[in-house]
């Protein structure tokens, strides 16, 4: 079992930084690769980044590339998303997950392969 909680999220200017975090209350995160979503209402979660078990290289969507950069530390248990350059289009509820596995597998931005969820932390870029 893993339990997974976000937090980090809240109201930010068009251009400003957050940085959220994926911690495991139980379970032991480091074993396994992480992936960020975000949902708004009305539409799908939208897949945003991977991070393989111990590893800094991750996977993006195309629509996050160069902005957010996801990372992890083992010894807190914890992952990390850094979004920078935030943008209206960014609001939204951000969540993590994982499957159990090491790596972020090539079909990694498929929510339906994911059987652990955080809560999720809402965040909204707004002037």
């Known amino acids: 079992q893993v339990q997974l909680v976000e937090s980090g999220g809240g109201r930010v200017q068009p251009g400003g930084s957050l940085r959220l975090s994926c911690a495991a209350s139980t379970g032991t995160l480091s074993w396994y690769a992480v992936a960020w979503f975000r949902q708004v209402p009305g539409k799908e979660r939208e897949p945003l980044s991977c991070?393989?078990?111990?590893?800094?290289?991750?996977k993006y969507a195309e629509s996050v590339k160069g902005r957010f950069t996801v990372s992890r530390d083992d010894a807190m248990n914890t992952v990390y998303l850094q979004m920078i350059g935030l943008k209206p289009e960014d609001t939204g509820i951000y969540y993590c997950?994982?499957?159990?596995?090491?790596?972020?597998?090539?079909?990694?931005?498929?929510?339906?392969?994911?059987?652990?969820w955080g809560r999720g932390t809402q965040v909204t870029v707004s002037a």
């Open positions: 991070i393989t078990s111990g590893t800094t290289n991750g």
């Open positions: 997950a994982t499957n159990r596995v090491e790596n972020c597998m090539s079909t990694w931005d498929l929510k339906e392969q994911y059987d652990y």
